[in-house]
């Protein structure tokens, strides 16, 4: 059974920093992709970043967090991170990570760019809200 579980939101300041985790469980987790979504008040949950994203992407991030959020993995853990810097009130969000097979997913590219992208994350862990302030 493939689990997951997010936690480190919080509340920040603009220019702050969080560092969110997503630990896994009941999957080979090299072989899978883990997706970073989140879903403003009122807005549709967006995806804005992976790890082995695809067979031929290891990494992807959105614009919107380019250069600001990194993602990253650590195999002993189990545990996929998202560290976010330089924090913006419109970051504001509940954050969840999500989980498909790496190799049945296309280019993060295409497939973030739908609003159905959610769809292809057949596992999701509970989310953990980020709130940033002015």
């Known amino acids: 059974d493939v689990q997951l579980q997010a936690s480190g939101g919080g509340l920040v300041q603009a220019g702050g920093s969080l560092r969110l985790s997503c630990v896994a469980s009941?999957?080979?987790?090299?072989?899978?992709?883990i997706a970073w979504f989140r879903q403003a008040p009122g807005k549709e949950r967006e995806g804005i970043s992976c790890?082995?994203?695809?067979?031929?992407?290891?990494?992807y991030y959105v614009d919107s967090v380019k250069g600001r959020f990194t993602i990253s993995s650590d195999s002993a853990k189990n545990t996929v991170y998202l560290q976010m810097n330089s924090l913006k009130p419109e970051d504001t969000a509940v954050y969840y990570c999500a989980a498909a097979e790496r190799q049945s997913l296309p280019t993060p590219r295409l497939v973030f760019k739908v609003p159905s992208a959610t769809r292809l994350y057949p596992s999701w862990g509970q989310g953990t809200l980020v709130t940033v302030s002015s």
């Open positions: 009941g999957f080979t987790f090299d072989n899978y992709a």
């Open positions: 790890i082995r994203c695809s067979n031929n992407v290891d990494t």
